[in-house]
Structure formats: C-alpha cells, structure tokens
C-alpha cells in the first residue's frame, strides 16, 4: 500500500511538472515544483549548533557532579579491593551494599540525565522543522512554487532544488536572532 501511495505521488508530480494545466481564465499554465533535502539542511543550519551548545551548557554541571560521584564510587571500591582481607565481614558486607546501592543510584541518574537531554532534544528539534517548515513555505509563496517535495524523490535537478535558498534563509533568522536563544524562540 505504502509502495502504491509512492508511486502515485510521483506519478502526479511527473505528470503536473510536463503537461500544462489549463487555467480557466488564462489559457494554460504549468505547476511549478521544488525538492528540499531537509536531511541537509539540518547538517549545516546555525540553528542545529546552537541547539547542541545550549544543551551542553545546560548539562555540563550535572555531568561533572554525576563524575564526581563516579569518582568517589571507584575510591570506595579501590578502598573496598585494598582492605578486603582486614576488613571484618560486616564492615566488608556493608562497604559493599554501599558501593552497591551508590552504584545503581548513579547509574539511575546518568540515564535520568541522558533521559532529559534527548526529550529536550527533541523540543528544540521539533521547533526547529516547524521553522525550517515556515521558511520552506514563505519561500514557496514568494516564488509562486506550486509543491515542494522533500522525501521520496529519486532525481532532483539543481534547477528545483531549494535547499540552499532555505539554508541561507535560516542563517538570516538565525543572526538576527539573540545570541542566547534556540531554533527561533525568544
């Protein structure tokens, strides 16, 4: 099913890009199409950068504390592995179920961290394809474009190809933008 609704996509946009349209106060007129590679957009666009720089920021003091205790986890073993034979047995067990319980209690807040960050992540992302989106289609309007492909396209001629246009736009927003902001939101 997936493979027919391709097909028919593409056939259309074939067959709207080399027959004329009939307008029906004009005589005739042809649709005009464009392809985005949006995949390349979000490599080199300013806005994916700064997402990263911003995220980085804003976890870099929680990774330090959460090396600090992975630090202090390795001494308690190295201590653990240097006094196991003087230790008496309820010291040892109790040197580690502490080292035990520290040791899943790190491990929780590493992927509570790794959690956090991709979920953000993924706001700022989804803020920016509603960006890219905006920009694709104030382009579109502005050069009379009547559909952009983006995906599912096995040729794209440089003719058609918008990409660039989008990219330079998004730099545009992204300098005008405050140096501290992301993906368009003040």
Do not use: W
């Not at 666009?45 to 600090?68: D, F, H, M, W």
């Not at 040197?95 to 040791?103: S, T």
């Not at 382009?139 to 246009?165: H, L, P, T, W």
């Amino acid at each position: 099913m997936r493979r027919f609704s391709l097909l028919a996509l593409l056939s259309a946009a074939l067959l709207f890009s080399t027959m004329p349209c009939v307008a029906a106060e004009s005589g005739s007129a042809s649709h005009k199409l464009a392809f985005v590679n949006v995949s390349r957009i979000l490599k080199f666009t300013p806005q994916v950068k700064a997402i990263e720089a911003v995220l980085k920021a804003g976890y870099e003091k929680r990774e330090s504390e959460l090396n600090l205790r992975e630090e202090r986890l390795n001494q308690l073993k190295k201590e653990l592995k240097s006094q196991r034979d003087t230790l008496d047995v309820n010291k040892r067990t109790e040197l580690e179920r502490d080292i035990l319980v520290k040791a899943r209690r790190l491990k929780t807040a590493r992927i509570e961290m790794e959690e956090d960050i991709a979920l953000q992540k993924n706001e700022e992302m989804n803020r920016l394809r509603l960006l890219i989106a905006e920009v694709i289609e104030s382009i579109a309007k502005e050069q009379n474009i009547d559909m952009v492909f983006e995906a599912g396209v096995v040729y794209v001629s440089d003719r058609v190809d918008i990409s660039d246009q989008i990219l330079q736009r998004l730099k545009e927003r992204h300098a005008e933008e405050e140096p501290d902001t992301v993906s368009g939101k003040k």
